[in-house]
């Protein structure tokens, strides 16, 4: 495994599970089966309404809390100062820690920038507070971050955003290298261009001819070649699955190396198509979503 710093100094991972879409009822096994596997840091989300399942899962695995790396993310719903502090106290009961090692804000929502900004200034609270190790946002584009930036103190540690080999947010990539924020790419083997709705069901990057022949090469599956990918070019990756033959798979990605060739020919099937919600948009069906538990 490689480690990965943060802009605060504080490590990570380089590879985690992703928990996006995994039923409650198998992501207590799934993370367990992960930590098994050999993962030491696992991402979810209020949204993902399984941060419960998480918790068990790390308890019912015997891996110490400590040894884990684990993230979380503040819905929109929850954007505010006192609302976010709150979000903090729902999400690590829900998951039965005391301390978080990433919190990061789910989405920018620019029609409603005073909230964002007000749950930002939480997550500075609780990083000063000791409750959270490091703090950061997703799906921000550069101007979400510019204008962010230029009201806070704290430089987000990471930013979550859609990178696969058929949307690489190039721009944004290098707008997070520029200030010292590190991508972390969800969706890293494009598990997004096959959800019913969001790609056109056909575009899947795991049936890619390019990607398909770079696996055969070396002897690895299309998956392990995006995986790969992602972490020879800095990234941080989170895969989701749920079944322990894929998980197990997804992390036995340090035993290869592409070429720069063969990373040039992946680069190249950017489509510019974004698979997952624009966040200028953030409120489409998807992602329109209320949490109200305690
Ligand atoms: P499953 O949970 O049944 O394994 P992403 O994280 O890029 O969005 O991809 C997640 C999707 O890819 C899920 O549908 C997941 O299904 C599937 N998946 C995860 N790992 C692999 C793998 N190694 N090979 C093929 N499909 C995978």
Do not use: C
């Amino acid at each position: 495994m490689i480690d990965l710093t943060l802009n605060n100094g504080v490590t990570l991972p380089a590879l985690g599970l992703g928990v996006f879409q995994s039923p409650p009822e198998q992501t207590a096994a799934a993370v367990r089966a992960a930590l098994e596997a050999g993962y030491r840091h696992i991402d979810t989300a209020e949204a993902y309404r399984n941060e419960r399942e998480v918790g068990a899962g790390l308890r019912q695995s015997g891996v110490p809390r400590d040894d884990v790396f684990l993230e979380t993310k503040v819905w929109v719903s929850d954007y505010g100062y006192d609302q976010t502090l709150h979000a903090f106290d729902k999400s690590a009961g829900k998951l039965g820690v005391d301390t978080l090692d990433l919190l990061i804000l789910h989405q920018p929502v620019p029609s409603r920038f005073a909230t964002v900004l007000a749950a930002y200034r939480a997550l500075e609270t609780l990083l000063a507070d000791g409750r959270v190790r490091a703090i950061g946002v997703s799906n921000f584009m550069p101007h979400h971050l510019d204008a962010l930036l230029a009201e806070t103190s704290i430089v987000p540690a990471v930013n979550q955003i859609e990178v696969h080999p058929y949307f690489a947010q190039r721009d944004v990539q290098r707008a997070n290298a520029a200030h010292g924020v590190l991508t972390q790419a969800w969706s890293p083997i494009g598990g997004i261009t096959f959800y019913p709705g969001w790609g056109d069901g056909k575009r899947s990057a795991l049936d890619g001819e390019t990607i398909g022949a770079i696996a055969a090469a070396h002897d690895v599956s299309p998956a392990q070649v995006m995986l790969r990918w992602g972490i020879q070019q800095g990234r941080s990756v989170i895969p989701k699955s749920v079944n322990p033959a894929r998980i197990a798979q997804n992390i036995d990605v340090f035993g290869f190396e592409l070429t720069g060739d063969e990373i040039a020919r992946i680069d190249a099937l950017e489509t510019g198509v974004r698979g997952g919600p624009d966040p200028d948009q953030p409120r489409d069906a998807f992602f329109d979503v209320v949490i109200d538990e305690a």
